[in-house]
């Protein structure tokens, strides 16, 4: 199946910096998902980025569909962004989600 | 407010017994789902339902049950053949077509004791 790949494991950041999360993907996938992980365990849907670019506030993704990857841009970190953030490739075989193994983010105050 | 209700929020079991974990979509999700998150690591999927008394399992399916009597309601029952039930449970559901639409439920944290 398919694989899904993110990078850094952890980051850790002072409040008001940027940083970029990657995720890789094996496999042709029919759309990418990005969601945050609170602290308390909720996840929220981010972005649906099958291909190309959107924006949402502090936060940006990109998806290049043909080179199976994806970034996560989180510009001017808060506290309140610390979390964990998972990448999930739709397969179209099964209709589901395969989740990567997620990047922890701690921002400092 | 459309959501996804998981109860309870903690649960202890003692080895041996088995638990039921509910799951309740007011959404009208045709699909829905139920992962095991581990300790630093990512969601696992345990089994998923497109449709009312229809079902498939994840990659993660034994030791687990499911049932989906109606649209709204797709509980977990962790058996005692499940030899590491400590977790956290996340329960979501879809649009079918496409994945879109994810949405989680607040999690089920499982402990035993």
């Not at chain 1, 990078?7 to 950041?13: C, E, T």
């Not at chain 1, 945050?36 to 936060?59: A, E, V």
């Not at chain 2, 962790?78 to 559901?93: G, R």
Request: overall charge neutral; charged content about 15%; aromatic content about 14%.
């Amino acid at each position: 199946g398919i694989q899904v790949e993110q990078s850094p494991p952890d980051l850790i950041l002072q409040e008001g910096a940027n940083s970029t999360l990657r995720c890789n993907f094996s496999d042709s996938v029919n759309n990418l998902q990005w969601f945050h992980q609170n602290p308390w365990g909720q996840l929220i849907n981010l972005f649906y980025i099958p291909s190309g670019t959107k924006q949402n506030g502090r936060l940006s993704a990109t998806t290049v569909a043909t080179e199976r990857y994806s970034l996560l841009y989180i510009s001017s970190s808060q506290t309140t962004d610390s979390g964990v953030y998972f990448c999930a490739a739709y397969m179209e075989y099964g209709n589901k989600l395969v989740f990567g193994a997620g990047t922890i983010l701690r921002v400092k105050s | 407010d459309g959501g996804i209700t998981q109860s309870p929020k903690y649960l202890f079991r003692k080895e041996g017994q088995n638990v039921t974990l509910s799951c309740e979509q007011n959404l009208n999700h045709d699909a829905m789902y139920w992962y095991r998150q581990d300790p630093g690591q990512g969601l696992r999927l345990i089994y998923y339902s497109q449709i009312v008394n229809d079902f498939q399992k994840g990659d993660i399916a034994e030791g687990y049950s499911v049932s989906r009597e109606k649209k709204e309601s797709f509980p977990l029952t962790v058996t005692s053949a499940q030899k590491n039930p400590t977790a956290f449970y996340l329960c979501a559901s879809s649009i079918w077509e496409g994945g879109y639409g994810y949405t989680f439920g607040s999690g089920t944290r499982l402990t035993v004791v």
